[in-house]
């Protein structure tokens, strides 16, 4: 029983920062990547930041590049997402993912190498 748990969100003014948290459990944390989706209302679900098993590589959207960073401490079964300089578009309800396969999964920013989610985080940027 894999589970994903989100945390952190919430309203803060453009040009601010925000740190989400997501807690995982049901299975071994270190052997697989992890990934930040994030979904506006009427939206297809994107991808933001992915991270592999090791932490030693990392792959960004566009359009949070220099602004939001992706890390993980294995020994607390935690990946976060820092964001800074937030923007009004940057609101959205945000998930974390895990994959089915482990170890290396090629390309990062593929959702549908994401098999296991959490509930979603609502972060509000206001301007």
């Known amino acids: 029983q894999v589970q994903l748990v989100e945390s952190g969100g919430g309203l803060v003014q453009a040009g601010g920062s925000l740190r989400l948290s997501c807690a995982a459990s049901?299975?071994?944390?270190?052997?697989?990547?992890m990934g930040w989706f994030r979904q506006y209302p009427e939206k297809e679900r994107e991808f933001i930041a992915g991270?592999?098993?090791?932490?030693?590589?990392?792959d960004y959207a566009d359009s949070v590049k220099g602004r939001f960073t992706i890390s993980r401490d294995n020994a607390k079964n935690t990946v976060y997402l820092q964001m800074n300089s937030l923007k009004p578009e940057d609101t959205a309800v945000y998930y974390c993912?895990?994959?089915?396969?482990?170890?290396?999964?090629?390309?990062?920013?593929?959702?549908?190498?994401?098999?296991?989610w959490g509930q979603g985080t609502q972060v509000t940027v206001s301007s």
């Open positions: 049901g299975r071994p944390f270190n052997i697989y990547a």
């Open positions: 993912a895990s994959p089915g396969r482990a170890y290396s999964i090629g390309n990062l920013a593929v959702g549908s190498k994401y098999d296991y």
């Open positions: 991270i592999s098993s090791s932490g030693t590589v990392t």
